[in-house]
T-cell receptor, first 114, second 114 residues
Framework: SQKIEQNSEALNIQEGKTATLTCNYT??????LQWYRQDPGRGPVFLLL?????KEKRKERLKVTFDTTLKQSLFHITASQPADSATYLC?????????????FGTGTLLAVQP | DTGVSQDPRHKITKRGQNVTFRCDPI?????LYWYRQTLGQGPEFLTY????????KSRLLSDRFSAERPKGSFSTLEIQRTEQGDSAMYLC????????????FGEGSWLTVV
């Protein structure tokens, strides 16, 4: 069956440390993968996109890796801050942009302690 | 800033009643999406429009659900004869065709069926 799995438990880290979130998928062939941030009661906000032929993408304190052999993406937040506390969603796109339809994981709740 | 706008943000309705949600996408975005999200889950795709044409519908979209985008601008999602299982957040998103696969979400419309 098809699955997208993210860290099942909430991730608690200390301010200033690097947070690493995982996204593993089974029986999908994504053309690209995206990460979104979602605050309680709000809609998801786009953070980063990485394509199947890219190994790594960076944006300020954020870094995403994509390993199509392991079927895994890692999402890193360096020098984490309490304001980074939120749920982070990974989403797969299989159709190469024909529709931009996304398939989401369940999300990982990140709590950064001051 | 004219992001994706959804209305109403919250709706409480009695079982069996009909409800309608409206979405105003980012202007000039010709693609529009509806997703549904329940607590602790990621968003699930419901349907997709390219301009006024509804090009894809999920199996999640039962006969009680209907979505329209009559002039290729705003969209409505109607749920008839609501059931308690319809309680969720209904998210609208939009993208231009050449977005590079990024879609932009609204803040969502919360539905509680009592």
């Amino acid at each position: 069956s098809q699955k997208i799995e993210q860290n099942s438990e909430a991730l608690n880290i200390q301010e200033g440390k690097t947070a690493t979130l995982t996204c593993n998928y089974t029986n999908y062939s994504p053309a690209y993968l995206q990460w979104y941030r979602q605050d309680p009661g709000r809609g998801p906000v786009f953070l980063l996109l990485i394509r199947e032929n890219e190994k790594e993408k960076r944006k300020e304190r954020l870094k995403v890796t994509f390993d199509t052999t392991l079927k895994q993406s890692l999402f890193h937040i360096t020098a984490s801050q309490p304001a980074d506390s939120a749920t982070y969603l990974c989403a797969l796109g299989e159709d190469g942009g024909a529709t931009n339809k996304l398939i989401f994981g369940t999300g990982t709740l990140l709590a950064v302690q001051p | 800033d004219t992001g994706v706008s959804q209305d109403p943000r919250h709706k409480i309705t009695k079982r069996g009643q009909n409800v309608t949600f409206r979405c105003d996408p980012i202007s000039e975005h010709n693609r529009l999406y509806w997703y549904r999200q329940t607590l602790g889950q990621g968003p699930e795709f419901l349907t997709y429009f390219q301009n006024e044409a509804q090009l894809e519908k999920s199996r999640l979209l039962s006969d009680r659900f209907s979505a329209e985008r009559p002039k290729g601008s705003f969209s409505t999602l109607e749920i008839q004869r609501t059931e308690q299982g319809d309680s969720a957040m209904y998210l609208c998103a939009s993208s231009p065709t050449s977005s590079g696969n990024t879609i932009y979400f609204g803040e969502g419309s919360w539905l509680t069926v009592v």
